[in-house]
């Protein structure tokens, strides 16, 4: 089972910083993503990354603001968040595309097969 393993969640003030990682089991063979989940809202990508090359994608709400990354070699992928607003809150998820997206495919949770079980991130006002 390669299911995602996320750490680096916790409480900020707005406009602070956090560092989410993901490890991936096995290490990483497909295109990955981190989706976030507020409460009373559904799970919405955040962002993605190709499993080689310099692709990602990015939510408009976060563009600018967050950055993707991975390490191969380590089978992490990260998700550094700067300038952290309220609306960032929610459960983080790391997911393992089914292989890579086209398009705009990458916002689609149908597409991917391993989900991690979360980590919470809360930012105050």
């Known amino acids: 089972q390669r299911q995602p393993v996320e750490s680096g969640g916790g409480s900020v003030q707005s406009g602070g910083s956090l560092r989410l990682s993901c490890q991936v089991p096995g290490g990483i063979r497909n295109c990955m993503a981190w989706f976030r989940q507020a409460p009373g809202k559904e799970r919405e990508a955040v962002a993605a990354i190709y499993v080689a090359g310099g692709s990602s994608a990015y939510a408009d709400s976060v563009k600018g603001r967050f950055t993707i990354s991975r390490d191969n070699h380590k089978g992490m992928v990260y998700l550094q968040m700067t300038r952290l607003e309220p609306e960032d809150a929610g459960v983080y998820y790391c997911?393992?595309?089914?292989?890579?997206?086209?398009?705009?495919?990458?916002?689609?949770?149908?597409?991917?097969?391993?989900w991690g079980e979360g980590t919470q991130v809360t930012v105050s006002s």
């Open positions: 997911a393992e595309h089914r292989g890579c997206w086209d398009g705009d495919g990458w916002r689609r949770t149908s597409d991917y097969k391993n």
